[in-house]
C-alpha cells in the first residue's frame, strides 16, 4: 500500500508533497517539490505490495528508460529509485495542465490543435521507438496549450528495436 503523504512531508529525503495529485491501480502520484532543484514534479509511488511481482521490476526498468529519453514532446525524467522502507518512485517533471479528457469536456479541440497535438505525439513515441523504446499503452496525454508534452510513459519497455 502506497503511503498517504501530507502536505510539508518529505519524501525520499528529497522531495517535499504539497497534495496528492491522483491514484490509480500501481500506486499514487503527487505534487512535490524536488529540494535539489526547487521545481515541481509529479512524484509516483507505487503500492510496496503489489500482487504482481513483476510490477516493481516493470516499474524501475521503465524509470531507467524514461531517464534515457530526453524530447521535448517526452515528460522530462528527475529521479527514481526505492527508499529504505521500500517504496518505489519515479520523479518527474511537472505539467501543469490538465488532460485530454478534461480538456474535451470543455468542447472539441480546433483543428489546428488537434494536427498539432497528434503530430506531438506520434514525433514522440517515432522518437522513442527509434531509440528501441515501445510505449505498450497510450493514453490521453497531459493537455498543455502551445507545449503538448507527452506524460504518459507508465507502460515503456525495452524492444526488439535495433538502437540507433
Known sequence: MVPF?????????????ERLAGTGG????????????????????IHAHSSNPG???RFIREAELLSELRHPGIVSYVAHGVTPQGQRFLAMEWLEGEDLAQRLL?????LTDTRTLLYRVAESLAFAHQRGILHREIREPTYV????????WGTAEENQFPRM
Open 5 to 17: 503523504l501530507t502536505a510539508g512531508s518529505v519524501f525520499a529525503s528529497r522531495f517535499e508533497i
Open 26 to 45: 500501481m500506486g499514487s502520484v503527487y505534487r512535490a517539490v524536488d529540494q535539489l532543484t526547487l521545481r515541481w514534479v509529479a512524484l509516483k509511488i
Open 55 to 57: 510490477d516493481a521490476t
Open 106 to 110: 470543455r468542447g472539441p479541440l480546433g
Open 145 to 152: 496549450e502551445d507545449s503538448h508534452t507527452y506524460d504518459s
